[in-house]
């Protein structure tokens, strides 16, 4: 009778174990998809502006190998989030809102890094051997994550240059989309994801200042040498000039796509208010709650795709 007892005792404990594991890893599931933040994997939907702009969209090759080409980007963009969010933890812990992030909250730990970094580059690496064995592709998604770790590691902290390495990444996201299609893409929409991209990483600045005020750089050291002024003056002179260009690509590139140009300047124009009283800091997250720039994008994309597909 006490075999039996000691025995089910066991098989209950047993059970108990189990169910804490899995309340773990289910409890863990929520603060692994923070870390990897996939709202933010909207921003590789320029990875199609290749395809799209070229007419070509409703090949299903190419739109196969774009879609490859985006899913590698998500998971490379995430190992720099996780990566980043390590090295900052310190610094995140004293910002009024990274500070819920789970790394500088104490949820995931460096075992939590290890492991979500392992995944994401299996999945680069799945991509990238099954889907686009592409040199070029593959060199770009190098140089991403090689210029990722440099920001992270230091090039942060340099006035100016931390801007335009950021701008930068976004414009390795429409190369890849060239490379994984083999689309030329175009100088016009080259300079104006970039000076576009140096818009929205400015706005971020200035929402950080703007935000923190005098405990800003002791979250980022650059903004110390910023002030809103001078950002102001950039982020004018960028919201002009990525107009601009848009609008002699849309020329160049002919379909009538000049009537774009509308709902581009009016979502350009509401993102620099809502920059105005400090919430340009997370641009994703500024697009999907304003409705102006929300209906302005898909009116926006909406004239894209009827002008070179439809009319």
């Known amino acids: 009778m006490e075999s039996i007892d000691t025995c089910q005792s066991s098989n209950i404990a047993q059970e108990y174990q189990k169910e804490s594991v899995l309340r773990l890893g289910a409890d863990k599931i929520k603060p692994y998809m923070t870390l990897i933040r996939p709202y933010q994997w909207i921003k590789n939907g320029l990875v199609f502006a290749p395809v799209l702009f070229a007419g070509k969209i409703t090949n299903m090759e190419l739109l196969l190998s774009t879609a490859a080409a985006a899913m590698m980007f998500c998971a490379t963009a995430s190992l720099g989030y996780v990566l980043n969010d390590w090295i900052d933890r310190k610094q995140d812990a004293q910002h009024p809102n990274k500070c819920n992030r789970p790394i500088p909250s104490g949820e995931l730990g460096l075992k939590d890094v290890v492991l979500m970094s392992a995944l994401l580059l299996s999945?680069?690496?799945?991509?990238?051997?099954?889907?686009?064995?592409?040199?070029?592709?593959?060199?770009?998604?190098?140089?991403?994550?090689?210029?990722?770790?440099?920001?992270?590691?230091?090039?942060?902290?340099?006035?100016?240059?931390?801007?335009?390495?950021?701008?930068?990444?976004?414009?390795?996201?429409?190369?890849?989309?060239?490379?994984?299609?083999?689309?030329?893409?175009?100088?016009?929409?080259?300079?104006?994801?970039?000076?576009?991209?140096?818009?929205?990483?400015?706005?971020?600045?200035?929402?950080?200042?703007?935000?923190?005020?005098?405990?800003?750089?002791?979250?980022?050291?650059?903004?110390?040498?910023?002030?809103?002024?001078?950002?102001?003056h950039f982020l004018w002179a960028m919201a002009c000039v990525s107009l601009v260009t848009y609008a002699l690509y849309t020329v160049e590139n002919g379909h009538n796509l000049v009537y774009s140009i509308i709902p581009a300047t009016y979502g350009v124009i509401r993102f620099l208010m809502l920059t105005e009283s400090g919430k340009g800091g997370d641009p994703i997250l500024t697009l999907v709650k304003d409705p102006h720039l929300l209906i302005s994008t898909v009116v926006f994309l909406g004239l894209v795709c009827y002008k070179i597909y439809l009319a």
């Open 123 to 232: 999945v680069i690496f799945f991509f990238s051997f099954n889907f686009l064995p592409n040199l070029k592709l593959s060199l770009c998604l190098l140089a991403y994550i090689l210029m990722t770790l440099a920001y992270s590691l230091g090039l942060k902290r340099v006035p100016c240059l931390e801007i335009f390495l950021i701008a930068f990444f976004f414009v390795l996201r429409v190369l890849a989309g060239g490379y994984a299609t083999g689309i030329p893409i175009s100088n016009w929409l080259f300079s104006t994801v970039f000076f576009l991209a140096l818009l929205i990483t400015i706005a971020k600045r200035k929402s950080e200042i703007v935000m923190m005020g005098t405990e800003a750089t002791n979250h980022r050291s650059s903004l110390a040498q910023y002030s809103v002024p001078f950002l102001n």
